[in-house]
C-alpha cells in the first residue's frame, strides 16, 4: 500500500533534478567546470529505469482492507468459524474487483517513466539552448575574428609555418556527424574547429575561465590539428604529439604549468578508455616517456 501523503522517490529525484539543472545554469561557472552534466542525466535516467524495474517487480497495488476490524468482532461477537467463511467470501469479492479496476497493472509505472524521461528531455534542451545563447555563436564577429587570429598564430608555432584556424559556425565540415571536434588536411594550412572547441579556447584565453576537462580536450584538439598541417599522418603519433605539445599551448594561453600537465595527461589517460570505438584515434603504447614518440627524451615530466 502505498503512502499518499508522501512524494514518492522518483518525485523527490525529479525535484532535485530540476533544481540542480537551475542552478547549474544559473550558478557560478566553478559548477560547471566541475559538475559534468551530462553524467548527472545518465545517473538520473538509470534512476528512472531503477524505477520502473521496481514498480513493474512489486506488481499491482494491494486494495485496502474492507475486512471487518477486530475491535468490531470483538464488540458484535462473530462466531469464530461463521467469521472465517465471511472473510474467505469477502476476499473472493475483492479479488473480482481488483481485476476489473485494473485490467493493466503495469501501465500507470511505465506512463511514469515516460514522464520521468520526458522531464529528462526538457532539461537537455534546456541546457542546450542556454549553452547557444551563452556559446562561440554569442560573440560579436570582431571578437570572434580576434579569437581565431590568436589560435591561428598558436597552432602556427606547433605547425612551424603559417597556418590558418577557422571556427566552422555552419558545421559544414566538423561537428556531431563527422564525428570530429577538428578537421585538417595533412601538410596543409587550414584548419577547422567546432565553435564548442573554438569557445573553451577563448575563454581560456581572453577570460581566464577553464572548464574543466573541456579545456584539456579544447588545446588537444588544437594542438592536433596543428601537427597534422605540420605533415604527420598517423592519427596515433598525432595525437601523442599533440598531448605533448599541448602543455605549452595551455601556459601561452594563461595555464599554469602544473594544471597544463594534469589536463594533457588527463587527455591521455581518457584516450586510452575512449580506444574501442575510434582505434585510428588511439595513442599506441609508445606514448609515454623516453619513448621514439617523446619530443622531449631529456625531461622527466610526460607529457
Ligand atoms: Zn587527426
Given at each position: 500500500?502505498?503512502?499518499l501523503?508522501?512524494?514518492?522517490?522518483?518525485?523527490?529525484?525529479?525535484?532535485?533534478?530540476?533544481?540542480?539543472?537551475?542552478?547549474?545554469?544559473?550558478?557560478?561557472?566553478?559548477l560547471?567546470?566541475?559538475?559534468p552534466?551530462?553524467?548527472?542525466?545518465?545517473?538520473?535516467?538509470?534512476?528512472?529505469?531503477?524505477?520502473l524495474?521496481?514498480?513493474?517487480?512489486?506488481?499491482?497495488?494491494?486494495?485496502?482492507?474492507?475486512?471487518?476490524q477486530?475491535?468490531?468482532?470483538?464488540?458484535?461477537?462473530?462466531?469464530?468459524?461463521?467469521d472465517e467463511?465471511?472473510?474467505?467470501?469477502?476476499?473472493d469479492d475483492?479479488d473480482?474487483?481488483?481485476?476489473?479496476?485494473?485490467?493493466?497493472?503495469?501501465?500507470?509505472?511505465?506512463r511514469r517513466?515516460?514522464?520521468g524521461?520526458?522531464?529528462?528531455?526538457?532539461?537537455?534542451?534546456?541546457i542546450?539552448?542556454?549553452?547557444?545563447?551563452?556559446?562561440w555563436?554569442?560573440?560579436?564577429?570582431?571578437?570572434?575574428?580576434?579569437?581565431?587570429?590568436?589560435?591561428?598564430?598558436?597552432?602556427?608555432?606547433?605547425a612551424?609555418k603559417e597556418?590558418?584556424?577557422?571556427?566552422?559556425?555552419?558545421?559544414?565540415?566538423v561537428?556531431?556527424?563527422?564525428?570530429?571536434?577538428?578537421?585538417?588536411?595533412?601538410g596543409?594550412?587550414?584548419?577547422?574547429?567546432?565553435?564548442?572547441?573554438?569557445?573553451?579556447l577563448?575563454?581560456?584565453a581572453?577570460?581566464?575561465?577553464?572548464?574543466?576537462?573541456?579545456?584539456?580536450?579544447?588545446?588537444?584538439?588544437?594542438?592536433?590539428?596543428?601537427?597534422?598541417?605540420?605533415g604527420?599522418?598517423?592519427?596515433?603519433?598525432?595525437?601523442?604529439?599533440?598531448?605533448?605539445?599541448?602543455?605549452?599551448?595551455?601556459?601561452?594561453?594563461?595555464?599554469?604549468?602544473?594544471?597544463?600537465?594534469?589536463?594533457m595527461?588527463?587527455?591521455?589517460?581518457?584516450?586510452?578508455?575512449?580506444?574501442?570505438?575510434?582505434?585510428?584515434?588511439?595513442?599506441?603504447s609508445?606514448?609515454?616517456?623516453?619513448s621514439?614518440?617523446?619530443?622531449?627524451?631529456?625531461?622527466?615530466?610526460?607529457?
Open positions: 500500500m502505498e503512502d501523503t508522501w512524494p514518492r522517490p522518483a518525485t523527490l529525484v525529479r525535484i532535485g533534478l530540476v533544481a540542480l539543472v537551475a542552478l547549474w545554469i544559473l550558478g557560478p561557472s566553478m560547471r567546470s566541475a559538475l552534466i551530462w553524467l548527472v542525466f545518465l545517473v538520473a535516467v538509470g534512476l528512472e529505469v531503477q524505477f524495474v521496481g514498480a513493474l517487480r512489486a506488481g499491482p497495488q494491494q486494495a485496502p482492507d474492507r475486512r471487518p477486530q475491535v468490531d468482532l470483538d464488540r458484535y461477537g462473530f462466531e469464530p468459524d461463521e467463511l465471511d472473510e474467505d467470501d469477502l476476499d475483492q473480482e474487483l481488483e481485476v476489473a479496476a485494473e485490467p493493466h497493472p503495469f501501465l500507470p509505472p511505465v517513466f515516460v514522464l524521461l520526458g522531464l529528462i528531455a526538457a532539461l537537455v534542451l534546456a542546450w539552448l542556454v549553452d547557444s545563447r551563452t556559446g555563436d554569442s560573440l560579436d564577429g570582431p571578437t570572434r575574428g580576434k579569437a581565431a587570429a590568436r589560435f591561428s598564430a598558436e597552432a602556427s608555432r606547433i612551424g597556418v590558418s584556424i577557422y571556427c566552422d559556425e555552419s558545421r559544414d565540415y561537428g556531431a556527424v563527422q564525428h570530429a571536434d577538428g578537421v585538417a588536411v595533412v596543409g594550412d587550414l584548419a577547422l574547429l567546432t565553435p564548442e572547441i573554438c569557445h573553451d577563448y575563454r581560456l581572453f577570460d581566464d575561465e577553464t572548464t574543466g576537462a573541456r579545456t584539456g580536450r579544447a588545446l588537444a584538439v588544437l594542438a592536433h590539428e596543428a601537427w597534422h598541417l605540420r604527420e599522418r598517423d592519427e596515433g603519433t598525432t595525437e601523442c604529439y599533440a598531448l605533448q605539445s599541448g602543455v605549452e599551448l595551455g601556459v601561452r594561453l594563461g595555464l599554469s604549468e602544473s594544471t597544463a600537465r594534469q589536463l595527461r588527463q587527455q591521455l589517460t581518457e584516450n586510452a578508455l575512449r580506444g574501442a570505438g575510434s582505434i585510428e584515434y588511439r595513442v599506441s609508445e606514448c609515454r616517456n623516453g621514439r614518440l617523446d619530443l622531449d627524451p631529456e625531461g622527466t615530466a610526460f607529457p
